[in-house]
């Protein structure tokens, strides 16, 4: 057991980010564990507002404080946890041994410097390299995430690049120190397809090349099957279901995970209708008592409605967050359509 | 054979590109460039491509909101784009439209009575107060929205539930045709299921056409019959959608189709990674447009344009290699 | 980035005739005869009658206009009616004293207000933050003539630091008082502006990704904000000058500096209507102007700009 | 069973929906609330305009008549006092009325000027904004022209041979300050007909007056009441400095501009309150306004909640 624990990268316990507002307390994560292991990609899934990007953030140590603030749990970097970390300390970790991609490749380039200048910065930190071989280097990093002309592009400013290759830009940069980890929130969900399809493959070219762990975030259960080797799926502020990537997609045992899974088309089977989830996510501020799911939920009865279940393991390496799983297991093998065809 | 109920010959649209001291219009951005579908009555036509291939300016240009540079836009034997304001006004009786961004396309200052009444009294389509208020509130219960919501202000309301209200505003009018632009793709997934699912029922129950644009082909699947793909202000294929995605004919279509990611990890497809981004508009590539991505493009396509023709069972595709 | 100097420049043009053709409004919608009321009662029917041909007052309305338009590039302004100095002669003896008031104010202004603007946002709801918005609201709201009052009354009269109005011989301590009533106003609102641009641009993506890279506190918010948030207040800038050269008509009366300012005001008191031609004329030229500096200068701030 | 209708009803309220409806304007004044500063800058203008609507009811004292010819030298720059709570000036005249007063003529000038230039400012902004091209290309000209006078200037040039009076003031301001709300409303007109809901409306035949009443302008209202506010300020202040230089409303109506430049010679001699009150008097209302707009723009803004 100790043998496993010195094996993980990343070891999230009991995390918990609240964010202090005007009208209450918001539980954006509301205590996840999970664990990242080296070379491996966690994909982390879940519809806008269930706290993803969140966990990201407080991994990173820039969730925004005020209003934010991680109110319990440990992020154990390489056994170490990075919530009881000096800013300093943390100013060494960030951009060198774990870094960060983000969604909007348009927004997330500074608009007045060069690409080079903004590549070489980290370089510069947390080599200790000069200026000019952070350039040199810079250009070799922008070679391998396949920009062309690398020389000339240092030299120009990101409103002159389009939005795939601004991510490449972006990807170049968080790889220009050997992270041991790329956290990359939704990098794919601006981009149009063929571009996704080039920055997805990149991204696990280079994961071969360079070894490091990937943690995915994302909303596109397609992204997810794609690139993780585990999964965790999340819904307002928890893990509901945690497996590895083939079991999640053939055996989904939580609800919500296979409400997710029947409400997207499917490009190799034709339904007539899709299985859509009623209802809506429920408001931050105010969520129902028991288990988060219950307003939306199919299955939920008594229990539901008053205790919030725990994540307990389902089967060998798949955990779930649901009373009845077991009953929905039942459903499935008798083929019933829990999400009815409503109209 | 079915009844075409709209008809597009030929359609551009231009827009002026100006730059240098004087602000004269040095070039155009050819969004749409000589395009030509049809939609047949109670079916929907599904517009797929890329941001900036020209899909959402050709659903506007159709409706007149953008004004077209050339080209025909036949609806009901009648040419749209040539009809006067009066006559513009009363076919839009018949065409409507849905916007992608459901908290830009309602007015925030009008309760959603006001929004979906409007067209009402627009159309004089209610004989009193009454009667408007009672058509409002059957409306919002097709589209899933109890009518005592009629009192609030779009605000109020979730995206999806905005999304219905956008939705009713346009069948307030009981129209034949819907151009919907990437009416689910600003929506979460579990929301997009229900939008997809209230628009198929009211195609059902109302005999709606529909033009469908969006870039997210899994979505244009479910929902379309027809599937016509665009790149760079142009059709490049247009098939029925199972023809389309069993065998797609153009190389742009085939790697469109190979990069979509699909929700099932045993399944590793072979990925055709197209090259580079999409040139610009305002200059696009000689020949076929499609040619410097195209990983089977040869010496003929970067000096002749490929003709858009039929091969076979409604199956049209602009590519060289097909005519060899 | 040439065609956008150029542009620009040219844009200018436009604005400048139609300057020239309000300040001809203005001086033209008088009721009366102008002649007249610049005389008043002394003057006689020959003089009155030399002044009218003197102006053009003769002439139908739009070959005067024309007239003028050409009067001015030519920079003919004429004389004025009290001493007999040229317009332009005017202007180059009171503009050295109005220069200086402006630019220092100016300068004060800007260095203290974005140094201060960047304190306050770095350190938002602290002590020194309220302290600094206190002041700007205040000085927003505070009548120019009165700061200028109490300074007077607390640093010459009683403490005896710096002497009260007037010029002296023209040495820089009788413009510190002057400068730094000037001053007060666009201070106050470059701090407000400075801090709530800090403020939103500290919350972008791209602060994100460079807190992200690990850079230090300092270098996220000297090096990546600072340079964006620079853009709308350099904008302000240049807006200022107008309410600036409001303001110097009423610093230079409260300590009765002889500069453009008190021309402008003795011209209209006196009916001096080539002066006050002059004046107005010249003053809308500077903050057009100086408009045009600052659009320019975004080509140097903004690299969008540049490769436009 | 009753977990069915305790499912159901979870479900409305976790879609945001409370049990009655908030119209905007509610909404906005809850977010106003909250704001402290604004509701301090809301009061000072509430109590100014109270002031100045009731000023004969609030003071015994005539703003005008000159008590030294009745009462004598003792009223004469008189200190502070139970009788004379803010002192007397050089005529026996009682500070406070003339403050008093010196807010109905502010409030006066400044509202009146105001709704002018919010009349012209709202259509020749939106006539620009709307249809653009060459009407845009004028009235965008004449706004950049205007732009570049001081404006105290300007309006001293238009003011000066004139006989005073308040309607001269108020016009000569309001002829320059309708630009600042055009301005604000020409960008607000561009940005708002770009909004999918304008592009819905003409799709449904709705006709282009039709659009700019029920579509557009209710949707600028909300910045055009905070420039406006914000305007007060600026218009109170341009009054006084008017007045101040004496080129505004004119002895003996009371006037805090006046009444500083009248009082300021004394200031240094330890008479300080004839010059002092009414440029707190100014202060505080300009304050006020400020103040109560910035809290608008943040309660009105539909973005922030």
């Known amino acids: ?343 | 054979m079915a009844e075409k109920l709209l008809e597009v010959n030929n359609l551009k649209k231009y827009f002026p590109v100006k730059a240098g001291i004087f602000k004269k219009t040095v070039a155009y951005v050819k969004a749409v460039d000589d395009v030509s579908f049809f939609v047949n009555k109670g079916e929907t036509l599904g517009l797929v491509g890329e941001s900036g291939c020209g899909k959402s300016t050709t659903g506007r240009t159709i409706l007149r909101l953008l004004e077209a540079t050339a080209g025909e836009v036949i609806f009901e034997g009648k040419d749209v784009l040539s009809l006067n304001k009066e006559d513009l006004r009363n076919i839009r009786r018949d065409m409507q439209i849905i916007f992608q961004d459901p908290y830009a396309s309602l007015n925030p200052r009008m309760t959603v009575a006001d929004i979906v009444g409007e067209p009402i009294d627009i159309h004089n389509l209610a004989k009193n107060k009454k009667e408007r208020n009672e058509k409002v509130k059957d409306i919002l219960e097709r589209v899933g929205l109890g009518s005592e919501y009629m009192r609030r202000y779009p605000h109020e309301f979730s995206g999806g539930q905005r999304q219905r209200i956008g939705v009713a505003r346009a069948l307030a009018v009981d129209p034949k045709l819907i151009i919907a632009d990437e009416p689910v793709s600003a929506l979460d997934v579990s929301i997009q299921a229900q939008v997809i699912n209230l628009l198929q029922d009211l195609q059902k129950d109302f005999g709606l056409t529909y033009l469908f644009i969006a870039h997210d082909l899994s979505v244009v699947k479910h929902i379309s019959d027809r599937i016509a793909v665009m790149y760079l202000g142009k059709i490049v294929e247009m098939a029925d959608k199972t023809e389309l995605f069993d065998d797609p004919m153009h190389p742009y279509t085939q790697s469109l189709l190979s990069a979509i990611p699909e929700a099932d990890p045993t399944k590793k497809k072979e990925r055709i990674i197209l090259e580079g981004d999409v040139p610009s508009p305002v200059d696009p590539p000689s020949g076929c447009r499609f040619h410097p991505r195209c990983p089977k493009a040869f010496d003929k396509c970067s000096v002749e344009e490929p003709v858009f023709k039929d091969y076979g069972d409604n199956h049209f595709a602009a590519c060289h290699l097909l005519e060899e | 980035m040439f065609a956008y100097f150029i542009r620009r420049t040219l844009g200018v043009i436009p604005v400048i005739l139609g300057v020239i053709l309000v300040v001809f409004i203005l001086t033209t919608i008088v009721p009366g005869d102008p002649a007249r009321i610049m005389m008043g009662q002394r003057g006689d029917p020959e003089t009155l009658k030399l002044i009218r041909k003197e102006m053009g007052l003769d002439e139908p309305t739009h070959v005067q206009l024309v007239k003028f338009y050409k009067d001015v590039f030519t920079l003919n302004l004429g004389r004025s009616y009290r001493n007999n100095m040229t317009v332009i002669e005017s202007i180059k003896s009171r503009l050295p004293v109005t220069a200086t008031l402006a630019i220092g104010a100016m300068i004060i202004a800007v260095v203290l207000g974005v140094s201060i603007g960047i304190y306050s946002a770095t350190h938002q709801y602290t002590w020194q933050d309220y302290l600094s918005m206190i002041f700007s609201l205040l000085g927003i709201a505070s009548p120019v003539y009165f700061v200028g009052l109490i300074m007077v009354i607390i640093f010459a009269r009683k403490l005896g630091w710096v002497p009260g109005t007037g010029l002296g011989n023209g040495e820089w301590i009788y413009y510190v008082l002057p400068i730094l009533t000037l001053g007060v106003r666009p201070m106050a609102l470059i701090v407000r502006l400075t801090r709530s641009t800090m403020l939103e641009v500290v919350h972008q993506d791209y602060v994100k990704t460079a807190r992200a890279k690990g850079l230090k506190e300092k270098a996220v918010i000297y090096k990546h904000a600072l340079k964006n948030a620079l853009i709308p207040v350099i904008t302000i800038i240049g807006l200022q000058t107008a309410s600036l050269l409001s303001g110097v008509m009423l610093t230079e009366t409260i300590y009765s500096l002889p500069g453009l300012g008190r021309l402008s005001i003795q011209a209209v008191t006196n009916r001096d209507f080539p002066i006050i031609r002059g004046v107005v004329l010249f003053m809308a030229l500077v903050f057009v102007l100086a408009n045009l500096l600052v659009d320019l200068s975004y080509g140097f701030f903004d690299p969008r700009i540049r490769y436009e | 069973m009753s977990d069915k209708n305790l499912n159901k009803k979870s479900n409305l309220k976790s879609e945001g929906l409370k049990e009655t409806s908030d119209t905007l304007l509610k909404d906005s004044w809850r977010k106003l609330k909250r704001n402290k500063l604004a509701l301090v800058g809301m009061s000072i203008v509430i109590l100014f305009i109270i002031v100045a609507i009731l000023a004969p009811y609030l003071t015994p004292y005539d703003p005008v008549e000159q008590l030294i010819w009745t009462e004598g030298a003792a009223v004469k720059l008189a200190p502070p006092s139970a009788d004379h709570l803010f002192g007397t000036d050089l005529y026996g005249r009682d500070i406070l009325t003339r403050v008093i007063y010196g807010a109905r003529i502010s409030l006066q000038i400044s509202i009146a000027a105001m709704s002018i230039s919010v009349l012209i400012g709202i259509i020749l902004g939106t006539l620009a904004g709307y249809y653009g091209g060459i009407i845009d290309d004028i009235i965008s000209w004449i706004i950049n022209v205007l732009y570049a006078f001081p404006f105290l200037l300007f309006v001293i040039a238009i003011v000066a041979f004139f006989p005073p009076s308040l309607i001269l003031t108020f016009s000569a301001i309001s002829l320059v300050y309708w630009m600042s709300i055009a301005r604000v409303v020409r960008g607000q007109v561009l940005s708002i007909k770009e909004k999918e809901f304008v592009e819905a409306a003409r799709a449904l035949g709705v006709k282009d007056w039709k659009i700019m009443f029920k579509h557009i302008l209710p949707n600028i209202i909300a910045p055009v009441i905070v420039q406006a506010t914000l305007g007060m300020g600026s218009i109170i202040m341009i009054e006084a400095s008017l007045t101040y230089l004496g080129f505004g409303t004119q002895p003996p109506t009371p006037s805090w501009g006046y009444m500083i430049s009248a009082g300021q010679g004394y200031l240094a001699q330890g008479q300080w309150w004839w010059g002092v009150f009414p440029a707190i008097a100014i202060i505080l209302t300009v304050l006020g306004f400020n103040l109560f707009g910035d809290g608008l723009r943040d309660a009105l803004d539909p973005k922030s909640r």
């Not at chain 1, 696990?204 to 090349?209: Q, T």
């Not at chain 1, 029947?262 to 008592?289: E, H």
């Open chain 1, 1 to 343: 057991m100790a043998n496993k624990n010195k094996e993980k990268l990343v070891d999230v316990k009991n995390l918990k980010t609240y964010f202090y507002t005007e009208e209450g307390v918001v539980k954006a994560v509301d205590g996840i564990d999970f664990e990242i292991y080296p070379g491996e990609t966690l994909g982390i899934v879940g519809e806008s507002g269930c706290g993803k990007s969140v966990t990201s953030l407080s991994i990173m140590g820039l969730v925004e404080s005020p209003p934010g603030k991680i109110a319990e749990g440990e992020i154990l970097f390489e056994g170490i946890d990075l919530t009881k970390l000096s800013q300093a300390e943390m100013r060494k970790i960030r951009g060198n041994e774990i870094s960060m991609i983000f969604q909007e490749p348009m927004t997330s380039l500074n608009p007045v410097y060069t690409i080079g200048d903004q590549i070489s910065e980290a370089i510069i930190i947390h080599k200790g390299l000069s200026k000019k071989e952070a350039m040199k280097e810079s250009v070799e990093m922008l070679k391998k995430v396949g920009i062309p002309l690398p020389e000339q592009r240092i030299n120009e400013y990101p409103h002159q690049l389009s939005g795939g290759m601004r991510q490449r830009v972006m990807i170049a940069m968080a790889l220009s120190c050997d992270p041991k980890l790329l956290i990359a929130d939704e990098p794919t969900t601006a981009l149009d397809v063929t571009i996704q399809a080039q920055i997805l493959e990149l991204m696990n070219s280079l994961k071969a090349s360079y070894g490091m762990s990937i943690m995915m975030i994302t909303h596109d259960l397609g992204v997810i099957a794609e690139i993780s080797d585990r999964v965790a799926v999340m819904y307002a502020g928890k893990i509901v279901e945690y497996t590895d990537v083939n079991t999640l997609f053939a055996d989904p045992k939580h609800p919500y995970t296979w409400g997710l899974m029947n409400s997207i088309p499917k490009l190799d089977r034709d339904v007539n209708r899709l299985q859509a989830i009623p209802g809506i996510v429920p408001n931050p501020l105010n969520f129902p008592d028991g288990c988060k799911f219950n307003t939306r939920c199919p299955l939920a009865e008594g229990k539901c409605f008053t205790d919030e279940p725990k994540i307990v393991d389902a089967a060998e390496g798949h955990k779930v967050r649901c009373w009845r799983y077991k009953d929905l297991e039942e459903m499935k093998k008798q083929n019933v359509k829990i999400y009815e065809e409503q109209r």
